[in-house]
């Protein structure tokens, strides 16, 4: 899944665990995109539906 950067004050590191909420979504698989908005992409973990992420708030922790 892709996910829009907003408000980072650093870019989470290849391997970072992706939350929504509390719950654990997956790991950052790659960062891409213009260095003042980057997009991160997360690989979600295989008991997460991604569709039901769509507009919720990804939290990454480094």
Same mark, same amino acid.
């Given at each position: 899944m892709v996910v829009e950067s907003k408000g980072?004050?650093?870019?989470?590191k =290849?391997? +970072?665990i992706a939350f929504v909420q509390?719950? *654990?979504i997956g790991k =950052? /698989?790659?960062i891409i995109g213009r260095v003042d908005m980057p997009y =991160? &992409? &997360?690989k979600? /973990? *295989?008991n997460i539906n +991604?569709?039901?992420l769509i507009?919720?708030?990804?939290?990454i922790k480094n």
């Open positions: 980072l004050k650093e870019l989470p =290849v391997g +970072s509390e719950r *654990r =950052v /698989f790659d =991160v &992409i &997360i979600a /973990f *295989r +991604s569709e039901e507009n919720e708030l990804v939290y």
